[in-house]
Structures are given as C-alpha cells and as structure tokens.
C-alpha cells in the first residue's frame, strides 16, 4: 500500500485525498461530541430523539408519499383539463406546492417553461410549498402541520389567480433553448451513486421497527421496559442508526456549491422507492440533527432561554420567518421547523417563513427562468407578510 502511495503522482494523491465530500464533516463532528464528555449525553439524546421521533415518521410519511405519487405518474388524466383551463392550472399548481417535499413544485417549475402552465402557476406553487420542512412539522406536530400546510394552499391558490387576472399566463414565461433545458433536468444522473444503494437498503430493513419504536414512545411506553431491554438501550441505539443515517448521506454527494449542502439529492428515474424515501428522509435528518444539537449546546453553554430571548423581539419575529424564507433550499427552512418545534419561535413566525420559502424548488428555477423565479419570490413573499402579521395580532 505505501508502495502503491508513493508511486501516485503529486497531482493524483492531491486530488484524492482532496476534501470534495464537505458533508463527510458533519458525522465527524458528532463523533467528535460523543467523545467529549461534557457533550456526550447531550449529543446521544439528540440523535435518539431524531431518529425515533423524526427521521422514523417522515420515512414513513415519505413512503406513503412515493408510493401514491407513483401511481398517479401512470396516468395522465390532468393533461387535457390543464391545457384547457388556466384557473385549473392554478389549482393544480397550488395543490402540487402543498404536497411535503420539493417534488410537486420542481414539476410546476419546468412545466411552466415548457408553456404548459402560467405565471400566476408559479407564483401559487412557490407560495404554497414549504418543502422538506413539511415532513419535519407533520411528524413532529401532525395538526400543526396540516393546519399550516392548508392556509399555504389556500393563499397560493388566491395569489396564483390574483397574478394571472393583473399580468396574463405569458407574463415572464422565458425563451429557453432545449439544450439548456436538458441541461437542467439530466444533471441528477452524474451526482448519481452507489451509496445510495445502502441508503435504501438502510430504511428498506429498518422502516418498520423504527416506526413500531417510534409509535410506542410516543404512546410514552417504556421501550427499554417494554422489550426487557438494558437501560437506556433504545437512546443508543437510535444513536447509532442516526449517526449512520446521517453518514450514508455525507457520501452519497460531493459538495460544490451551496445547492449540495442544502438540497435534497437529485434522483434519477432508476431510483427505488426506498432509496428516494432514504435520500429525503437522511437529509432531513441531518438538519434537524444539526438544528436541535445547536439549540441544546447553546442552552447548556451560555444559560440563555432562547424562547424568552424572542419574545423580546415581538413584533419582528413574522419578518424575520419571512427573510429566512428567501434563502434558496430547504436545509434553512428545517433550521426554522426545528426551533419552532423546541419552542423558540412564535406559530407566526413558522407560518410566515412557510408561505415564504420556495424549497429546493428556487434552483431548477433560477436556472431555467431567473427573472421569473425572482418575481414569484417577491410575489411569494407578500402573503407571507401578510399571513404571518395576521396570526400575530389576532393571536399572538
């Protein structure tokens, strides 16, 4: 092997040995936390808590998810209703904006520049999407989830309408060439690798304890009790499986950009469905992981109530969901479910960054259609203020 080493031109052991896989970065510093006594309970209990109380239900959501969206693939129905109904179009796009992920709104996206569907479309589906964020909040919080998932429909369905009666269905519909169109939809396939085989394999196995595990602790069973287990097995043990979780996602991509770290994984058409449900349910786990342990060790380190911290700041609290909305890519958008669900921000504040943020949705966008996908974020952002400031006086 060192033979081998030297024998490697400078160039070659360079590029090797280069750090193109940042990601790998994130389960390298959790084992740096679990083997730091100050920080070891801590980190253990955030892993467990992801794993049982998040990662298992949106895997189980996403399965549900993938399997119906398979099926109605099959069919196109909607077709011959869409070319023939502008409002229609809206609705649909609305509906495919609610739906948990980025899938529904990444469709909208190169629908509307293949002059399929309209502007007020892309307005209605950025508008209602909240992307991964989704799966966190309906696992986490189901009547929350749904609650704010619906008043998301609903406002990009008004402000789909509202754009297509003032601007037209062709107002800002770009000229794209079909190679850059091409460009745009055939670039998943190079990210493509065989990591993502075991992250299927991964959930495919562990689906079903992991939701038995998960149902029985929120049913406030005793697992440990419950199986006759050794005390505190089920926390290490949630550990474990999310620390590997969260490495098979580290390798399953390099990163080159800020789309890689904040994205979902693209999925080419060969993809199973467990490996689609492990990318989506792997990078949300990642997240949160990483939102709940910053959370914990900056409550441990500094004392502070964060929760207290924000009520101070009132009345900005709505806009400041609404900035973190704009930023491209759902990895943000999870940091804002995450501290929603710890308590530290207002329902406001999480309603204003739903209407406002447009997913992973943003990047497919950009590429295609720039200024279009700069407008409809404007537009997005509007209800967003409007909706979040509403909650805040009537209930907050």
């Known amino acids: 092997m060192v033979t081998l080493i030297r024998s490697l031109p400078i160039q070659q052991l360079g590029k090797r040995w ?18 730091t006594p100050f ?9 467990a808590d992801a794993f049982w109380q998040v990662a298992a239900y949106v895997a189980a959501t996403l ?32 509906a495919m904006g609610a739906l948990p992920g980025c899938g529904g709104a990444i469709i909208v996206m190169t629908q509307f520049v ?9 307005v209605a589906v950025l508008t209602a999407t909240m992307g991964d964020a989704a799966f966190l909040l309906l696992a986490a919080k189901p009547a929350t989830g749904l ?23 062709d107002f800002m519909r770009p000229a794209v060439t079909q190679e850059t169109e091409s460009s745009c939809c055939q670039q998943t396939s190079s990210q493509y690798n065989k990591t993502v085989r075991w992250q299927g394999m991964f959930w495919q196995w562990l689906l079903i304890p992991s939701v038995v595990f998960a149902v029985l602790g929120s049913l406030q ?6 199986f006759h287990l050794p005390e505190h097995t089920t926390a290490i043990l949630g550990a474990g499986l999310a620390l590997l979780a969260m490495t098979l996602w580290s390798f399953s991509r390099d990163v080159q950009g800020y789309q890689d770290v904040v994205s979902e994984d693209p999925k080419p058409e060969t993809t199973t469905l467990f490996q689609r449900v492990a990318q989506d349910t792997n990078f949300v786990t990642t997240w949160v992981i990483g939102a709940f342990l910053c959370f ?22 709505p806009l400041l969901g609404v900035l973190v909305g704009l930023i491209p890519g759902c990895g943000p958008q999870i940091l804002v479910t995450s501290l929603f669900l710890q308590g530290a921000i207002p329902l406001s504040a999480q309603l204003g960054n739903a209407i406002s943020n447009d997913g992973d949705a943003l990047f497919p966008a950009i590429a295609l259609a720039p200024k279009a996908a700069l407008v409809a974020t404007f537009y997005s952002s509007l209800p967003a203020i409007l909706a979040g400031y509403a909650y805040y006086w009537m209930f907050e």
Do not use: C
């Not at 693939?73 to 109904?85: A, E, F, P, V």
């Not at 293949?114 to 892309?122: A, I, Y």
């Not at 069973?221 to 419950?226: I, K, L, P, Q």
């Open 114 to 122: 293949r002059s399929q569907l309209s502007f007020g479309s892309v």
């Open 296 to 317: 914990e060790l900056f409550m441990t380190l500094t004392q502070w109530d964060l929760q207290h911290i924000f009520a101070g700041w009132g009345i900005l609290m």
């Open 147 to 169: 609650l704010i998932v619906s008043v998301g429909f609903f406002v990009g369905l008004i402000s789909g309408w509202l754009v297509d009666t003032i601007h037209g269905a």
């Open 39 to 47: 920080s070891r309970e801590i980190t253990i209990n955030v892993l």
């Open 18 to 35: 280069r750090l193109a896989n940042k990601r790998f970065l994130f389960p390298v510093l959790l084992l740096v936390l679990l083997a």
């Open 63 to 94: 399965t549900i998810y993938h399997v119906i969206s398979a099926r109605m693939n099959q069919h196109g129905l909607l077709r011959t209703q869409l070319q023939h109904s502008r409002r229609f179009q809206v609705v649909f796009s609305a």
């Open 221 to 226: 069973v005793d697992t440990d009790v419950f």
